[in-house]
């Protein structure tokens, strides 16, 4: 089974229900793919690691690449931890934003996907992208069902990614509402 089929099977088995869709997926696995030598992914929120399987499948077979994801929750990290990772796939516990303060460098490509580094503390993720680097954010498209301060929030995300002066943004509607944001 690859990386990512075995990520999809680990997220059922544990009733993780949050992992990205596949078509985001593959819009992680392309630009990883298009990653210059030496690069450096970023993955807030880990999950049970289905965004970070589609990122290391875009990457391998090369491994001169890291790929690192953070997760809060050490029994969803643990759960994350049970796949068969490459050498170049770092997961870490603890709190998205604790790490991007605390990050010596800045990322090629970072999928900014729980509530810190995104709707809280969004201007620090910003902060860690390289020049030329990317980052994307999903669930952009407005459900009914959102409560209202998740919708406000979701919005004020799509707003400061497509007004940010150093970004250039593309909101993509497919899969649950894509941003691609590259770093002037
Ligand atoms: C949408 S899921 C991630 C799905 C994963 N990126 C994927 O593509 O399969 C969000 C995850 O972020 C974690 N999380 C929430 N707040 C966090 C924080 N402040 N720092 C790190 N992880 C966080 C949640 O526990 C959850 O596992």
């Known amino acids: 089974m690859t990386l990512v089929d075995d990520a999809y099977v680990r997220a059922e088995a544990h009733g993780f229900g949050l992992s990205c869709e596949v078509p985001?997926?593959?819009l992680l696995a392309a630009l990883a793919a298009a990653l210059p030598p030496g690069a450096r992914v970023l993955e807030l929120g880990t999950g049970a690691g289905v965004g970070t399987a589609w990122l290391a499948a875009?990457?391998?077979p090369r491994t001169d690449v890291t790929v690192t994801s953070v997760?809060?929750?050490p029994q969803t990290a643990a759960v994350a931890a049970t796949g068969d990772w490459p050498s170049f796939v770092e997961l870490r516990v603890g709190d998205a934003v604790e790490f991007l303060r605390a990050?010596?460098?800045g990322y090629d490509l970072i999928f900014a996907?729980?509530?810190?580094?995104k709707t809280e503390g969004l201007?620090?993720?910003i902060a860690r992208l390289n020049p030329r680097g990317t980052l994307v954010v999903d669930d952009m498209t407005e459900i009914d069902g959102w409560p209202d301060d998740f919708k406000a929030a979701q919005r004020g995300v799509r707003r400061t990614?497509?007004?940010h002066p150093d970004l250039v943004s593309a909101e993509l509607d497919f899969g649950s509402g894509v941003v691609v944001s590259v770093r002037r």
């Open 24 to 26: 985001v997926g593959r």
């Open 58 to 60: 875009g990457l391998l």
């Open 71 to 73: 997760e809060l929750d």
């Open 103 to 105: 990050a010596g460098h």
């Open 113 to 117: 996907d729980c509530r810190g580094g």
């Open 123 to 125: 201007d620090r993720t």
């Open 161 to 163: 990614l497509v007004e």
